[in-house]
């Protein structure tokens, strides 16, 4: 079966710095995979030589089997960045049209009630320009572009960051029920409970390494620990 993400050997400096060394991972169709690690392990880096953001030194990636560097490799996925940020003279409402836009037919103007249920975002946000909206409410204008966008590949970095109790609560919700519909997510989250309640297996980078990539499970006992949190800190200890 072609991988949703499929990453071999992949590389990265700026300068001197090897951000990334030799980073192999596969994220397989309806598979939920985690991407965890220390600030400055590489996640950012990585996510961004995915969506060709960030060009690699090294290794080969492809996009549902099509190599990342093609346009055509995007077309099936959604982007959340770490640090989303909207036009600021632009409304909510304007800046979903947009993407409505960039995304085409299938984005699905139909859910936005649902979706706005599942941010916990008040409809009337949607008027406001986004200068005006706070860090939770413009992340989860972000948020609800990738879910009405009808992709079925999410690749979301930092997705929860700002959100509310409530809010986090609910799209975790929305989340594991889209799984039953084949979506497939691959995440970064430095929220090791967000990763264990979501996903199929964790990806750990390290000192730009992958140091441990596979099931939560396994991941316990390659670390002989009882909870995710003590296998984390022995693994990057």
Not at 13 to 31: I, K, M, N, Q, W
Not at 172 to 186: E, P, Q, S
Not at 188 to 214: P, T
């Amino acid at each position: 079966m072609t991988a949703a993400i499929e990453v071999e050997n992949l590389s990265k400096r700026f300068g001197r710095a090897e951000v990334l060394r030799d980073v192999s991972l596969r994220v397989e169709p309806g598979e939920y995979l985690g991407l965890v690690g220390v600030n400055g392990a590489g996640k950012t880096t990585l996510i961004k030589s995915l969506l060709d953001f960030s060009r690699p030194d090294g290794g080969t990636i492809r996009i549902c089997g099509v190599t990342y560097t093609h346009a055509a490799a995007r077309a099936p996925l959604a982007f959340l960045p770490e640090r989303f940020v909207a036009p600021g003279f632009a409304t909510g409402r304007d800046f979903l049209a947009y993407m409505a836009r960039l995304y085409g037919p299938g984005f699905m103007w139909a859910g936005l009630d649902e979706v706005l249920a599942v941010l916990d975002l008040d409809a009337g946000a949607l008027a406001r320009p986004v200068r005006t909206l706070s860090k939770g409410m413009a992340q989860k204008l972000g948020l609800l572009a990738c879910l009405l966008s009808g992709r079925r590949l999410l690749v979301l970095d930092e997705p929860f960051s700002g959100l509310d109790p409530k809010a986090r609560a609910l799209l975790k919700r929305h989340l594991l029920n889209a799984r039953k519909d084949g979506t497939t997510v691959f995440f970064s989250s430095h929220a090791l409970a967000d990763v264990e309640a979501l996903c199929d297996r964790i990806a750990v980078l390290h000192a730009g390494r992958l140091a441990f990539c596979g099931p939560l499970a396994a991941f316990r006992r390659h670390f002989d620990a009882t909870t995710v949190e003590d296998a984390y800190l022995r693994c990057v200890s």
